[in-house]
């Protein structure tokens, strides 16, 4: 028999395993199917798709397996210490950041590290262009149209679904750089405060595609040639309810992060749950293990979705925090704002206070927090006058921008911009 009729031959052989339940022989065909070269039919590429699923979940198993038992055995050890600030590096960043402290709680930021977001942000655009190559250009559009308009709601201040394929790959797009930037910043101020340890055990609420340990990688990367980092150990814990952007995260991660040349070991562990179906005995958080608590983006307007959500983050304060240990609260300038119908304006006093009244409702008390913002104003400007300042003053989104153009039909340049409330707090 030539090539074409011995690869129908096996394609029907295959349709015939499937029938019969025969998965083995099933697989086996496939395998002689992908070795002859011939074409996938839609049936064989979605088998291959369940069995890479299928092995994804079991090396997802394997690995909290073993992380739990490496995670048992660092929080035994007794050697870690605190990161002291390096002065040098510390002025660097000062430096390549552009800061500018215009008073007590605002910092401002016009410009970035671009020895280390340059090279990161091609390789999550070389990313997303593989991903998308594998989906028909018609059918990419629409996958794409429909997670956008899911994605868009964080606009409204809404909650989107997330339950579109696409919709972490449009995250990755449009929200995920810039908020690596700003955990970066947030990992820079606690680190010149001295809390930052070798040793460190990390719980991320909401955490998305895991955007907080992107954000802590990056910053111990910016520290190389200053001073030579100790063995980092970061155990990671990615509280998120749609393991799509957990699996997308990781994904990731494996291919830049861990391809660089640095001295951290970064464990993950992933909690796929729901804090609106949040059960405190029967969750898989260990119990006074963490260093950190993040919760980065992820407060409502609407008072009933809040104190609901407030009343899970304070039981998992209460159970998974060490003593002693800190809360890092990220929150957009204008939705902590809006939460309390307050305008925002050039007055310390009254942002204090409502910063105040946001970690009291949090059972929370504050150690300090920094307004960071890229315009150096509490005010915001309108929108064509800020078009113009991000044109001259902020750093670019160079390869992002193109495939933003393209695939979402975005007009303008991105840009990295800032205008969130870092605030660092501990248990009452």
Not at 189 to 206: R, T
Not at 358 to 375: H, I, P, Q
């Amino acid at each position: 028999m030539n090539n074409p009729i011995l690869n129908w031959w096996r394609s029907q052989q295959f349709k015939l395993s499937l029938k019969r339940g025969d998965v083995r022989r099933a697989v086996k065909l496939l395998q002689e199917i992908q070795k002859s070269g011939a074409r996938f039919s839609w049936l064989e590429k979605l088998f291959r798709d369940k069995l890479q699923l299928e092995r994804y979940s079991q090396e997802y198993k394997l690995q909290t397996e073993t992380l739990t038992k490496q995670l048992t055995e660092t929080s035994q050890q007794k050697d870690n210490f605190i990161l002291m600030p390096d002065e040098e590096f510390v002025k660097y960043i000062h430096k390549v950041f552009n800061l500018i402290q215009h008073d007590e709680y605002k910092l401002q930021f016009t410009a970035i590290d671009e020895r280390i977001f340059d090279d990161f942000e091609s390789r999550l655009v070389e990313y997303l262009k593989e991903e998308f190559s594998k989906i028909p250009d018609k059918q990419l559009f629409i996958k794409l149209e429909d997670a956008l308009e899911d994605i868009n709601n964080l606009k409204n201040g809404q909650d989107p679904d997330y339950r579109f394929s696409l919709t972490p790959h449009v995250y990755f797009m449009k929200y995920f750089l810039e908020n690596v930037y700003c955990i970066y910043l947030a990992w820079f101020l606690i680190y010149q405060d001295a809390l930052l340890l070798s040793k460190v055990n990390i719980l991320d609420i909401a955490a998305g595609p895991g955007t907080v340990a992107y954000g802590l990688a990056l910053f111990l990367q910016s520290s190389s040639g200053f001073f030579d980092i100790p063995q980092m150990h970061i155990s990671y814990y990615s509280l998120e309810k749609q393991d799509a952007f957990q699996f997308r995260g990781l994904q990731f991660w494996r291919r830049y992060i861990e391809s660089r040349l640095t001295a951290v070991n970064a464990y993950f562990r992933f909690v796929t749950t729901d804090i609106f179906n949040w059960k405190t005995q029967s969750n898989n958080l260990p119990k006074d293990f963490f260093d950190f608590i993040v919760i980065s983006h992820c407060f409502f307007i609407d008072q009933v979705k809040r104190v609901e959500a407030n009343n899970t983050y304070k039981q998992i304060f209460a159970t998974s925090l060490k003593s002693s240990s800190y809360i890092l609260l990220i929150v957009q300038d204008k939705k902590l704002f809006k939460i309390y119908d307050v305008h925002q304006v050039e007055n310390q006093e009254q942002e204090k206070n409502v910063v105040e009244k946001f970690l009291a409702e949090l059972g929370l008390e504050l150690v300090w927090y920094r307004y960071l913002t890229s315009t150096g104003l509490r005010t915001p400007l309108p929108i064509a006058e800020f078009g113009k300042f991000a044109r001259e003053k902020l750093p670019k989104q160079l390869y992002m921008s193109p495939i933003l153009k393209k695939y979402l039909g975005q007009k303008h340049q991105l840009h990295y911009t800032l205008d969130d409330y870092i605030i660092l707090a501990k248990k009452s």
